[in-house]
């Protein structure tokens, strides 16, 4: 295991509606990073957030928004969700923004 | 543009043999490469990774090559055992902070 917790394990939404994905850091770790990973592909990086500064965007539209608290964990936050944004959500924390990062289990959201 | 991808997605190996996972990527100002396991309802895993300014690593039963010539990363699997069974991932370090830009992927079966 990395010491990287996230929550919910899954989840379900329907189009329209806003959702809410948290992280909790492995100790001692500032940065972390969230990760779109649809079915079958590889994990698209959606942003990074350093010392709660976003530090780094992927191609993802302004409704994916995030957060990160003074104790490095942090938030995803998804408005009008639509159909294609059913994935896993992976974050991974570590101890700056260039070292290994270590993946928590992930989040799974089902849109309808 | 970035991009990560594998040559096969899928490869299924009998236990005990060696497996090579292959590796194309096309940003040549990457400076660092991670090879990546995932299980079933886990995030990644981390397995082992290499910096440009090398072209082999090892690690216990892995190794990774280099080729920044032809731009290709592979992954060698010493003595596949049935534990080994998962989706590989490579993923470089693009010139964005440490964004990773992960490939499709190749999923191993160990066949016993």
């Known amino acids: 295991e990395t010491g990287v917790t996230q929550s919910p394990t899954h989840l379900i939404k329907t189009r329209g509606q806003q959702v809410t994905l948290r992280c909790s850091s492995q100790s001692g770790h500032n940065t972390v990073s969230w990760y779109q990973q649809a079915l079958g592909q590889g994990p698209q990086f959606i942003f990074q957030?350093?010392?709660?500064?976003?530090?780094g965007r992927g191609n993802f539209p302004p409704r994916f928004s995030g957060l990160q608290f003074p104790n490095y964990s942090s938030e995803l936050n998804v408005n009008a969700l639509e159909l294609d944004d059913s994935a896993l959500y992976l974050c991974?924390?570590?101890?700056?923004?260039?070292?290994?990062?270590?993946f928590g289990p992930g989040t799974r959201l089902t849109v309808l | 543009g970035e991009n990560v991808g594998l040559h096969l997605p899928t490869l299924s190996v009998q236990e005990g043999d060696n497996s090579i996972i292959n590796c194309a990527y096309s940003n040549s100002a990457s400076d660092y490469f991670i090879w990546y396991k995932q299980e079933s309802g886990k995030g990644p895993q981390f397995i082992i990774d290499?910096?440009?300014?090398?072209d082999k690593r090892q690690g216990q039963r892995v190794t990774v090559l280099l080729n920044k010539t032809v731009k290709h990363l592979s992954l060698q699997i010493a003595a596949t055992q049935p534990g080994d069974s998962a989706v590989y991932f490579c993923a470089e370090r693009g010139n964005q902070g440490g964004k990773l830009i992960f490939g499709q992927g190749t999923e191993l079966s160990v066949k016993p």
């Open positions: 957030y350093y010392r709660e500064e976003e530090n």
């Open positions: 991974a924390s570590s101890l700056d923004p260039k070292n290994e990062q270590f």
């Open positions: 290499i910096r440009s300014n090398m």
